[in-house]
Structure formats: C-alpha cells, structure tokens
C-alpha cells in the first residue's frame, strides 16, 4: 500500500482521488447499512439480538472492498502495455480504503456485538479501542504512502530511482507482490465448510428414525435460512446497490 500510493501519487498528483474515493467509500457503507436494515426489518421483525439478521446486516454493509478488487486487477491490466496501470489501480483501491477501513472497524464490531450489556468498558478503555480501530494497519499504510508521494522531500528520498532510499522503496514494492496469493489463499481455504461435532454426537445416541426425521428438518431449516440470506446479500448487492 504504501509503495503503490506513494509510486501514484509521485507520478499523477490526482488530488481529486485523495477525497473523492473515501467518500464514495463511505456513501456506499451507509446506503448498504440503510438497505441492510430495511432488508433485516421485513425479514427477521427487527430484532436486535438475531445472528442472522446480524450476519445478513454486516453482509451489506461491507463488500469485498480490500483484496477482491486488487486480484481482478491484476487480472484486468498484468498483460497491458502501459505497465503503471497495475500500481496505480492499487492506489486508488488504497485511497478507497481510507474511507472504508476506519468505518469496517467501527461499525462491524458495532453490528455483530450482542446488546446484552455486559461487560461494559471503562471510556479511555473505549477511546483507546476505537482509536485502533480507526487507525488500522491498511488506514496508516495508506496516509504514510500520501505523505510520501506528495510531500516533495520526501519523494525525493525514496521513490525515485536515484533516490537515496530506492533500495527500501524497491524492497516493499517485492514485499508486497506476496499479498494477491496470500488473500487468495486464505480465500480459498475460508471455503472450507465447518464440522458439526454435536450433530455427529447426538446423531450417534438417538434411535434410526428420529435421527432421519431431525436430519431432514435440520436439512430443510438450513435450507431456508441459506436462501433468505443469500437471496437478501444478493438482493442488496447486485440489484439495489
């Protein structure tokens, strides 16, 4: 991130993208908000305390914005002529996630956590919390590689092929090439269906009939809540998005 932004910004200086990307970012978390929560009152009543609505909620709040984007990318242009067209897609994903990141690490938690009141946390606890949240890893990557690129000394130390520190420049622009293949891996093994030891277990214990008769509703219940959620993400994303 922050090689690709400080690369971008040395070399086009589009001042409009600084801004512009974070608030499409942050208009498309709260449309997909308004719409998840439209969609989790008429499907599950509004309660609060559901884990489907929360999950569906969270589901159209936040799109793949972070390593979907860089991998279609570098499907799109690796084979272009203009060669600068990889790093600088980068960068406007980048610049995007400076509006997105800050907002995933506040309100997701916020849309996921049960309203049982407990544990409540003392308010420099919280501040602390929610300071870490708004400057994650990618949110800090993003404003030192702006700093970088803009800011003329700066870019004169390091991103230059003269520069004094080209080498370090260099080095985190190969560092960086390993993220697409991690994220697809961690993709593909997210896939990976989880086990269900306690069906096993009671499946086990219970008389042949019973336990065809309740795999059968288990079936058909999964069954309904996978097509209600999926039909409502799909629904939101791909129709009103």
Same mark, same amino acid.
């Given at each position: 991130?922050?090689?690709?932004?400080s690369g971008s910004a040395a070399k086009s200086g589009s001042?409009?993208?600084?801004?512009?990307?974070?608030?499409?970012?942050?208009?498309?978390?709260?449309?997909?908000?308004?719409?998840?929560?439209?969609?989790?009152?008429?499907?599950?009543?509004?309660?609060?305390?559901?884990?489907?609505?929360?999950?569906?909620?969270?589901?159209?709040?936040?799109?793949?914005?972070?390593?979907?984007?860089?991998?279609?990318?570098?499907?799109?242009?690796?084979?272009?002529?203009?060669?600068?067209?990889?790093?600088?897609?980068?960068?406007?994903?980048?610049?995007?996630?400076?509006?997105?990141?800050?907002?995933?690490?506040?309100?997701?938690?916020?849309?996921?956590?049960?309203?049982?009141?407990?544990?409540?946390?003392?308010?420099?606890?919280?501040?602390?919390?929610?300071?870490?949240?708004?400057?994650?890893?990618?949110?800090?990557?993003?404003?030192?590689?702006?700093?970088?690129?803009?800011?003329?000394?700066?870019?004169?130390?390091?991103?230059?092929?003269?520069?004094?520190?080209?080498?370090?420049?260099?080095?985190?622009?190969?560092?960086?090439?390993?993220?697409?293949?991690?994220?697809?891996?961690?993709?593909?093994?997210?896939?990976?269906? &989880? $086990? *269900?030891? +306690? =069906? %096993?277990? @009671? #499946? /086990?214990?219970?008389? &042949? $009939? *019973?336990? +065809? =008769? %309740?795999? @059968? #509703? /288990?079936?058909?219940?999964?069954?309904?809540?996978?097509?209600?959620?999926?039909?409502?993400?799909?629904?939101?994303?791909?129709?009103?998005?």
């Amino acid at each position: 991130t922050v090689a690709n932004l400080s690369g971008s910004a040395a070399k086009s200086g589009s001042a409009e993208a600084i801004y512009m990307l974070p608030i499409a970012a942050a208009l498309q978390v709260v449309v997909g908000y308004v719409v998840g929560k439209l969609l989790s009152f008429f499907i599950y009543r509004n309660d609060p305390d559901n884990d489907e609505a929360k999950e569906l909620m969270a589901c159209t709040t936040f799109a793949n914005s972070g390593p979907l984007p860089l991998v279609f990318t570098e499907g799109l242009f690796h084979t272009s002529a203009d060669h600068t067209l990889v790093g600088r897609s980068a960068a406007y994903i980048s610049l995007y996630l400076l509006g997105w990141s800050p907002l995933f690490w506040i309100l997701g938690p916020a849309i996921l956590q049960q309203r049982d009141g407990q544990h409540k946390k003392n308010p420099a606890q919280a501040r602390k919390e929610l300071l870490s949240r708004i400057f994650s890893p990618p949110v800090v990557a993003s404003l030192l590689g702006m700093a970088v690129g803009f800011v003329p000394f700066l870019r004169n130390l390091v991103v230059h092929a003269d520069s004094p520190l080209s080498v370090v420049y260099e080095a985190m622009r190969t560092l960086g090439s390993a993220y697409l293949p991690s994220v697809l891996m961690v993709l593909a093994g997210s896939l990976s269906p &989880p $086990a *269900a030891p +306690a =069906t %096993a277990a @009671a #499946a /086990a214990t219970a008389s &042949p $009939a *019973a336990t +065809a =008769t %309740a795999t @059968a #509703a /288990a079936e058909k219940k999964v069954d309904w809540q996978f097509v209600m959620k999926v039909g409502s993400v799909y629904l939101s994303r791909f129709l009103l998005m």
